[in-house]
Protein backbone atom coordinates (compact mmCIF):
# COMPACT_ATOMS: atom_id res chain seq x y z
CA UNK A 1 0.00 0.00 0.00
CA UNK A 2 1.52 3.51 -1.17
CA UNK A 3 1.25 5.35 2.09
CA UNK A 4 -0.66 8.62 3.03
CA UNK A 5 2.75 9.92 4.34
CA UNK A 6 6.62 7.78 4.57
CA UNK A 7 8.19 9.46 7.73
CA UNK A 8 10.90 7.02 7.26
CA UNK A 9 11.65 8.55 4.07
CA UNK A 10 12.40 11.93 5.60
CA UNK A 11 14.13 10.64 8.39
CA UNK A 12 16.84 8.92 6.13
CA UNK A 13 17.70 11.45 4.49
CA UNK A 14 18.48 13.41 7.88
CA UNK A 15 19.46 10.30 9.80
CA UNK A 16 23.01 11.38 10.69
CA UNK A 17 22.15 15.01 11.36
CA UNK A 18 19.13 13.63 14.10
CA UNK A 19 21.63 10.99 15.71
CA UNK A 20 24.08 13.17 15.91
CA UNK A 21 21.63 15.84 17.58
CA UNK A 22 20.26 13.43 19.70
CA UNK A 23 23.38 11.33 20.77
CA UNK A 24 24.44 15.33 22.05
CA UNK A 25 21.28 15.93 23.75
CA UNK A 26 21.99 12.58 25.63
CA UNK A 27 25.12 12.86 27.02
CA UNK A 28 24.52 16.50 27.91
CA UNK A 29 21.90 14.92 30.40
CA UNK A 30 19.92 18.15 30.09
CA UNK A 31 16.65 16.59 28.88
CA UNK A 32 13.79 19.29 29.88
CA UNK A 33 14.07 23.28 29.45
CA UNK A 34 17.61 23.12 27.85
CA UNK A 35 19.11 25.33 25.30
CA UNK A 36 17.83 23.47 22.29
CA UNK A 37 13.89 24.55 23.68
CA UNK A 38 15.57 27.86 24.13
CA UNK A 39 17.27 27.49 20.49
CA UNK A 40 13.97 26.31 18.63
CA UNK A 41 12.08 28.92 20.64
CA UNK A 42 14.59 31.82 19.18
CA UNK A 43 14.22 30.37 15.36
CA UNK A 44 11.05 30.36 15.30
CA UNK A 45 10.00 33.30 17.05
CA UNK A 46 12.30 35.15 14.52
CA UNK A 47 10.82 33.25 11.51
CA UNK A 48 7.71 34.29 12.33
CA UNK A 49 8.25 38.21 13.03
CA UNK A 50 6.97 37.86 16.35
CA UNK A 51 8.37 38.99 19.89
CA UNK A 52 7.43 35.28 22.01
CA UNK A 53 8.01 31.62 21.43
CA UNK A 54 6.90 29.25 24.08
CA UNK A 55 7.28 25.65 23.58
CA UNK A 56 4.99 23.45 24.99
CA UNK A 57 3.70 19.78 25.10
CA UNK A 58 1.38 19.53 22.81
CA UNK A 59 -0.54 21.60 19.61
CA UNK A 60 -3.38 21.02 21.90
CA UNK A 61 -1.64 22.52 24.99
CA UNK A 62 -0.74 25.21 22.60
CA UNK A 63 -4.37 26.06 22.12
CA UNK A 64 -5.45 25.52 25.62
CA UNK A 65 -2.52 27.58 27.06
CA UNK A 66 -3.29 30.12 25.22
CA UNK A 67 -6.78 30.55 25.53
CA UNK A 68 -6.29 30.77 29.05
CA UNK A 69 -3.50 33.23 29.02
CA UNK A 70 -5.93 35.69 27.17
CA UNK A 71 -8.83 35.55 30.22
CA UNK A 72 -10.52 32.90 28.69
CA UNK A 73 -12.70 30.78 31.55
CA UNK A 74 -16.34 29.90 32.29
CA UNK A 75 -19.08 31.58 30.62
CA UNK A 76 -17.37 32.82 28.20
CA UNK A 77 -17.74 31.99 24.41
CA UNK A 78 -15.03 31.14 21.61
CA UNK A 79 -16.34 31.44 17.76
CA UNK A 80 -14.67 28.46 15.83
CA UNK A 81 -14.85 26.02 12.69
CA UNK A 82 -17.14 22.72 12.88
CA UNK A 83 -14.65 21.47 10.56
CA UNK A 84 -11.48 20.64 12.25
CA UNK A 85 -9.77 17.95 14.01
CA UNK A 86 -11.30 17.66 17.97
CA UNK A 87 -8.54 18.69 19.66
CA UNK A 88 -9.73 22.37 18.40
CA UNK A 89 -12.85 22.69 20.81
CA UNK A 90 -11.19 20.08 23.77
CA UNK A 91 -9.09 23.17 23.96
CA UNK A 92 -11.97 25.66 24.02
CA UNK A 93 -13.82 23.15 26.73
CA UNK A 94 -10.98 23.22 28.68
CA UNK A 95 -11.42 26.51 29.74
CA UNK A 96 -14.84 26.29 30.52
CA UNK A 97 -15.52 28.46 27.54
CA UNK A 98 -18.47 27.19 25.31
CA UNK A 99 -17.96 26.66 21.42
CA UNK A 100 -19.76 28.43 18.92
CA UNK A 101 -19.62 27.12 15.40
CA UNK A 102 -19.52 28.55 12.41
CA UNK A 103 -20.16 27.05 8.92
CA UNK A 104 -16.99 27.11 6.51
CA UNK A 105 -16.27 28.28 2.99
CA UNK A 106 -16.92 25.69 0.31
CA UNK A 107 -13.29 26.52 -1.28
CA UNK A 108 -11.11 26.84 1.67
CA UNK A 109 -12.71 24.71 4.00
CA UNK A 110 -12.03 27.49 6.87
CA UNK A 111 -14.19 29.21 8.94
CA UNK A 112 -16.46 31.75 6.55
CA UNK A 113 -15.47 35.18 7.83
CA UNK A 114 -18.93 36.49 6.74
CA UNK A 115 -20.75 34.60 9.08
CA UNK A 116 -18.91 35.45 12.20
CA UNK A 117 -20.45 38.91 13.51
CA UNK A 118 -24.05 37.51 13.69
CA UNK A 119 -21.93 34.57 16.01
CA UNK A 120 -20.97 37.21 18.67
CA UNK A 121 -22.97 37.97 21.69
CA UNK A 122 -22.35 39.52 25.14
CA UNK A 123 -20.34 36.17 26.17
CA UNK A 124 -17.79 35.81 23.39
CA UNK A 125 -14.44 36.53 24.54
CA UNK A 126 -12.41 35.13 21.74
CA UNK A 127 -12.31 34.13 17.56
CA UNK A 128 -10.15 30.90 17.03
CA UNK A 129 -9.83 30.37 13.25
CA UNK A 130 -8.40 27.32 12.08
CA UNK A 131 -5.85 27.04 8.71
CA UNK A 132 -7.40 23.88 7.70
CA UNK A 133 -5.69 21.71 5.80
CA UNK A 134 -2.69 24.39 5.38
CA UNK A 135 -4.56 27.24 3.35
CA UNK A 136 -4.68 30.49 5.38
CA UNK A 137 -7.67 31.58 7.03
CA UNK A 138 -9.31 34.72 5.64
CA UNK A 139 -6.90 36.56 8.82
CA UNK A 140 -7.61 40.19 7.61
CA UNK A 141 -11.44 40.29 8.23
CA UNK A 142 -10.86 38.29 11.48
CA UNK A 143 -9.13 40.54 12.50
CA UNK A 144 -10.80 43.54 11.32
CA UNK A 145 -14.05 41.63 13.22
CA UNK A 146 -11.50 40.99 16.52
CA UNK A 147 -11.27 44.23 16.72
CA UNK A 148 -14.28 46.02 16.47
CA UNK A 149 -15.81 43.89 19.00
CA UNK A 150 -12.80 43.73 21.50
CA UNK A 151 -12.31 40.04 20.93
CA UNK A 152 -9.53 37.97 21.15
CA UNK A 153 -8.16 36.01 18.35
CA UNK A 154 -6.12 32.68 18.76
CA UNK A 155 -4.74 31.05 15.37
CA UNK A 156 -4.88 27.04 15.29
CA UNK A 157 -1.57 26.75 12.83
CA UNK A 158 -1.14 23.38 13.88
CA UNK A 159 -1.41 21.96 9.58
CA UNK A 160 -0.27 25.42 8.47
CA UNK A 161 3.45 25.74 9.39
CA UNK A 162 5.66 27.73 6.63
CA UNK A 163 2.21 29.04 5.27
CA UNK A 164 1.58 32.95 4.63
CA UNK A 165 -1.07 35.23 3.81
CA UNK A 166 -0.13 38.50 1.50
CA UNK A 167 3.57 37.98 2.68
CA UNK A 168 2.80 37.35 6.53
CA UNK A 169 2.70 34.27 8.15
CA UNK A 170 0.15 32.60 9.88
CA UNK A 171 0.30 32.28 13.52
CA UNK A 172 1.34 35.92 13.89
CA UNK A 173 -1.96 37.90 12.65
CA UNK A 174 -3.53 37.08 15.98
CA UNK A 175 -3.07 37.42 19.67
CA UNK A 176 -1.52 34.27 19.85
CA UNK A 177 -0.68 31.51 17.24
CA UNK A 178 -0.68 27.85 17.68
CA UNK A 179 1.48 24.85 16.37
CA UNK A 180 1.10 21.25 16.33
CA UNK A 181 4.36 19.31 16.01
CA UNK A 182 2.95 15.91 15.92
CA UNK A 183 4.89 13.24 13.21
CA UNK A 184 2.96 14.19 10.57
CA UNK A 185 2.69 17.57 10.34
CA UNK A 186 5.14 19.66 7.75
CA UNK A 187 7.21 20.40 11.04
CA UNK A 188 7.15 16.90 12.95
CA UNK A 189 8.54 15.47 16.02
CA UNK A 190 9.29 12.11 16.86
CA UNK A 191 6.54 12.23 19.24
CA UNK A 192 4.32 15.02 20.38
CA UNK A 193 5.11 19.17 20.95
CA UNK A 194 3.74 22.54 20.18
CA UNK A 195 4.88 25.79 19.89
CA UNK A 196 3.12 28.74 20.62
CA UNK A 197 3.50 32.49 19.25
CA UNK A 198 2.58 36.01 20.57
CA UNK A 199 3.98 39.38 20.77
CA UNK A 200 1.99 39.88 24.21
CA UNK A 201 4.92 39.85 27.31
CA UNK A 202 2.27 39.32 29.98
CA UNK A 203 0.66 36.54 28.42
CA UNK A 204 3.53 34.76 27.20
CA UNK A 205 5.14 35.03 30.79
CA UNK A 206 1.38 33.54 31.92
CA UNK A 207 1.43 30.53 29.66
CA UNK A 208 5.55 29.90 30.69
CA UNK A 209 4.15 29.52 34.33
CA UNK A 210 1.15 27.52 33.36
CA UNK A 211 3.53 24.77 31.22
CA UNK A 212 5.71 24.48 33.99
CA UNK A 213 3.22 23.99 37.10
CA UNK A 214 2.35 27.64 37.78
CA UNK A 215 6.23 28.30 38.63
CA UNK A 216 8.78 30.27 37.65
CA UNK A 217 11.36 28.51 39.25
CA UNK A 218 12.74 27.39 42.59
CA UNK A 219 9.58 25.81 43.83
CA UNK A 220 7.56 29.00 44.10
CA UNK A 221 4.05 28.22 42.98
CA UNK A 222 1.62 31.16 41.64
CA UNK A 223 -0.80 29.62 40.09
CA UNK A 224 -2.22 26.42 39.45
CA UNK A 225 -0.50 25.40 36.22
CA UNK A 226 0.19 21.89 34.21
CA UNK A 227 2.47 19.60 33.01
CA UNK A 228 3.01 20.70 29.41
CA UNK A 229 6.82 21.26 28.65
CA UNK A 230 8.66 20.49 25.08
CA UNK A 231 11.18 18.52 26.03
CA UNK A 232 15.19 19.00 24.39
CA UNK A 233 15.41 15.37 22.58
CA UNK A 234 12.26 17.12 20.41
CA UNK A 235 13.23 20.37 20.20
CA UNK A 236 16.56 18.97 18.86
CA UNK A 237 14.90 17.24 16.06
CA UNK A 238 13.10 19.72 15.56
CA UNK A 239 16.07 21.92 15.20
CA UNK A 240 17.33 19.80 12.35
CA UNK A 241 14.16 20.03 10.21
CA UNK A 242 13.39 23.55 10.95
CA UNK A 243 16.51 24.21 8.88
CA UNK A 244 14.56 22.67 6.19
CA UNK A 245 10.64 23.56 6.48
CA UNK A 246 10.78 25.47 3.39
CA UNK A 247 12.39 23.30 1.46
CA UNK A 248 9.91 20.89 2.44
CA UNK A 249 7.06 23.13 1.54
CA UNK A 250 8.20 23.77 -1.61
CA UNK A 251 8.08 20.36 -2.53
CA UNK A 252 4.83 19.63 -1.21
CA UNK A 253 3.61 22.70 -3.10
CA UNK A 254 4.96 21.17 -6.56
CA UNK A 255 3.54 17.79 -5.41
CA UNK A 256 0.24 19.64 -5.50
CA UNK A 257 0.94 21.51 -8.36
CA UNK A 258 0.80 17.89 -10.14
CA UNK A 259 -1.96 16.80 -8.68
CA UNK A 260 -3.68 19.66 -9.69
CA UNK A 261 -2.61 19.18 -13.38
CA UNK A 262 -3.42 15.60 -13.38
CA UNK A 263 -6.89 15.65 -11.70
CA UNK A 264 -8.23 19.30 -13.31
CA UNK A 265 -11.59 18.63 -14.74
CA UNK A 266 -12.52 15.62 -12.48
CA UNK A 267 -12.99 16.44 -8.92
CA UNK A 268 -12.45 19.69 -7.10
CA UNK A 269 -9.02 20.32 -6.41
CA UNK A 270 -7.62 22.56 -3.56
CA UNK A 271 -7.69 26.28 -4.15
CA UNK A 272 -5.04 28.92 -3.14
CA UNK A 273 -6.69 32.21 -2.41
CA UNK A 274 -5.19 35.55 -4.18
CA UNK A 275 -2.21 36.20 -1.50
CA UNK A 276 -2.16 32.68 0.21
CA UNK A 277 0.19 29.99 0.40
CA UNK A 278 -0.96 27.27 1.22
CA UNK A 279 1.74 24.59 2.66
CA UNK A 280 -0.35 21.37 1.77
CA UNK A 281 -0.35 19.44 4.88
CA UNK A 282 -3.00 17.52 3.20
CA UNK A 283 -4.28 17.53 -0.29
CA UNK A 284 -7.75 17.44 -0.22
CA UNK A 285 -9.95 16.89 -2.99
CA UNK A 286 -13.62 16.80 -3.56
CA UNK A 287 -16.24 14.72 -5.50
CA UNK A 288 -19.72 13.00 -5.10
CA UNK A 289 -18.06 9.87 -5.94
CA UNK A 290 -15.96 9.96 -2.95
CA UNK A 291 -16.65 7.00 -0.88
CA UNK A 292 -16.25 4.90 -4.41
CA UNK A 293 -12.60 6.64 -5.04
CA UNK A 294 -11.72 5.67 -1.96
CA UNK A 295 -12.49 2.19 -2.32
CA UNK A 296 -10.90 2.03 -5.71
CA UNK A 297 -7.96 3.73 -4.41
CA UNK A 298 -7.67 1.15 -1.74
CA UNK A 299 -8.02 -1.88 -4.20
CA UNK A 300 -5.31 -0.31 -6.06
CA UNK A 301 -2.84 -0.20 -3.18
CA UNK A 302 -3.28 3.57 -2.71
CA UNK A 303 -3.79 5.05 0.88
CA UNK A 304 -6.45 8.06 1.35
CA UNK A 305 -7.99 8.93 4.62
CA UNK A 306 -11.53 11.28 5.10
CA UNK A 307 -10.52 14.78 7.14
CA UNK A 308 -13.29 14.70 8.42
CA UNK A 309 -16.31 12.66 8.13
CA UNK A 310 -18.06 13.67 10.77
CA UNK A 311 -18.27 17.58 11.75
CA UNK A 312 -17.39 18.59 15.19
CA UNK A 313 -21.09 19.86 15.85
CA UNK A 314 -22.73 16.46 15.04
CA UNK A 315 -19.82 14.50 17.41
CA UNK A 316 -21.63 12.18 20.27
CA UNK A 317 -19.06 13.90 22.67
CA UNK A 318 -20.59 17.81 22.03
CA UNK A 319 -24.61 16.44 21.74
CA UNK A 320 -25.11 18.76 24.62
CA UNK A 321 -24.02 21.93 22.34
CA UNK A 322 -27.22 20.80 20.82
CA UNK A 323 -26.83 21.24 16.99
CA UNK A 324 -28.76 18.69 14.78
CA UNK A 325 -28.37 18.29 10.88
CA UNK A 326 -28.38 20.99 9.07
CA UNK A 327 -27.22 23.60 11.29
CA UNK A 328 -23.71 24.01 9.58
CA UNK A 329 -25.01 22.62 5.46
CA UNK A 330 -21.70 23.28 3.98
CA UNK A 331 -19.96 21.62 6.77
CA UNK A 332 -22.15 18.68 6.67
CA UNK A 333 -21.49 18.47 2.94
CA UNK A 334 -18.24 18.47 2.57
CA UNK A 335 -17.48 16.06 5.05
CA UNK A 336 -19.21 13.77 2.59
CA UNK A 337 -17.16 14.41 -0.34
CA UNK A 338 -13.35 15.49 0.86
CA UNK A 339 -11.17 12.76 0.32
CA UNK A 340 -7.07 13.49 1.49
CA UNK A 341 -4.34 11.76 -0.54
CA UNK A 342 -1.03 11.11 0.28
CA UNK A 343 0.95 14.39 0.08
CA UNK A 344 4.47 14.64 2.10
CA UNK A 345 8.09 16.57 0.55
CA UNK A 346 9.82 12.86 -0.63
CA UNK A 347 6.50 11.89 -2.20
CA UNK A 348 7.80 10.01 -6.10
CA UNK A 349 5.69 11.69 -8.98
CA UNK A 350 5.03 8.19 -10.13
CA UNK A 351 3.05 8.05 -6.82
CA UNK A 352 1.10 10.80 -7.64
CA UNK A 353 0.24 9.64 -11.83
CA UNK A 354 -0.18 6.33 -9.96
CA UNK A 355 -3.00 8.04 -7.86
CA UNK A 356 -4.62 10.27 -10.43
CA UNK A 357 -4.89 7.03 -13.03
CA UNK A 358 -6.52 5.04 -10.62
CA UNK A 359 -9.25 8.45 -9.77
CA UNK A 360 -9.45 9.09 -13.79
CA UNK A 361 -10.40 5.36 -14.35
CA UNK A 362 -13.20 6.12 -11.81
CA UNK A 363 -15.05 8.26 -14.29
CA UNK A 364 -14.38 6.10 -16.97
CA UNK A 365 -16.44 2.92 -15.80
Do not use: W
Request: aromatic share 8%; proline share 4%.
Amino acid sequence: MKPMIDLKKQYLGIKDEILHTVNEILESSQYILGKRVSELETDIRSYHGVKEAIGVASGTEALHLSLKSLGVGPGDEVITSPFTFFATVEAILYTGAKPVFTDIEPDTYNIDPSLIEKKITKHTRAILPVHIFGHPAGMEEIMEIAAGSGLKVVEDCAQAFGASLNGRRTGSFGDAGCFSFYPSKNLGACGDGGMIILNNAEAAGTIRMLRNHGSKGGYRHECLGYNSRLDEIQAGILLVKFRKIDEYNSRRRENAGLYNRLLAGSVVCPVERPGALHVYHQYTIRSGRRDYIQQRLKEQGTASVVYYPIPLHMQKALEFLGHGEGSFPVAEQVSKEVLSLPMYPELDAADIQYAADTILACFKE
